[in-house]
């Protein structure tokens, strides 16, 4: 059963536009949702993160959005940059730190 | 920083070898984590340590081990490797406590293959 479904699996994005990453969970245990960032050859790194009792987190081009009773919570790059190019992961912690991750984008931006 | 070091990047083994992957992490993080990350199926736990000596298995702990001796120190065991385990390990690490264990630490990856 998988608790985070991520789509798309892939998203192509001119530069300078809006990349938009999209997660659902089942889960109302979940407390705590991360977004991470990996390069290819490294691994995943935190990027930016959100708590169910907040609907939006802004850290400098990157927004998370959430809607708690729908379940869902989205990842927007503004002003996408070729060096956004990554695959991005989100994620949702259920307990004692334990995370269970949706299938990963793969974003690329195109110059 | 965090460090989180996989000995190993690059590994190939045949079918039926005992594989050892090792991790250590050295910012006195009390949990540890081992991923499998395959195309298309995202981040799966394999096994998750609290503290030393202890283990919880995750969403896929067939054919795999651990082993927590050290503190720093989380070990991924291949008993009897298979095809099927041709993947990329991620071994991470985190806090404990409420608001403390927010964010995983990632190596950078074991690629192992089976052959």
């Known amino acids: 059963q998988q608790q985070v479904k991520q789509s798309p699996q892939s998203l192509i994005v001119q530069k300078g536009g809006i990349s938009i990453i999209n997660c659902a969970y089942e889960?109302?245990?979940?407390?705590?949702f991360p977004w991470y960032q990996q390069f290819p050859g490294k691994g995943p790194a935190l990027l930016i993160a959100i708590r169910p009792d907040v609907s939006e987190k802004k850290e400098g081009r990157f927004t998370i959005s959430f809607n708690k009773s729908a379940k869902q919570f989205s990842l927007h790059i503004m002003d996408s940059q070729p060096g956004d190019s990554a695959t991005y992961f989100c994620a949702a912690r259920r307990a004692a730190g334990k995370s269970t991750f949706g299938d990963g984008t793969t974003l690329t931006v195109k110059p | 920083d965090v460090k989180v070091t996989q000995s190993s990047r690059y590994l190939v083994k045949r079918t039926g070898e005992k594989v050892f992957l090792e991790c250590v992490q050295d910012m006195d993080h009390e949990n540890m984590f081992w991923y499998r990350q395959d195309p298309g199926l995202g981040l799966r736990l394999i096994y998750f340590?609290?503290?030393?000596?202890?283990?919880e298995k995750g969403d896929i702990p067939e054919g795999y081990s651990v082993s927590r001796e050290k503190k720093e120190r989380f070990s991924l065991i291949l008993e009897s490797a298979s095809t099927n385990q041709t993947s990329m390990y991620l071994c991470?690490?985190?806090?404990?406590?409420?608001?403390?264990?927010?964010?995983?630490?990632f190596g950078e990856g074991s690629w192992l293959t089976v052959v």
């Open positions: 991470a690490s985190s806090l404990r406590g409420a608001g403390q264990g927010d964010t995983i630490y």
């Open positions: 889960n109302t245990a979940f407390d705590y």
């Open positions: 340590s609290y503290d030393v000596k202890m283990k």
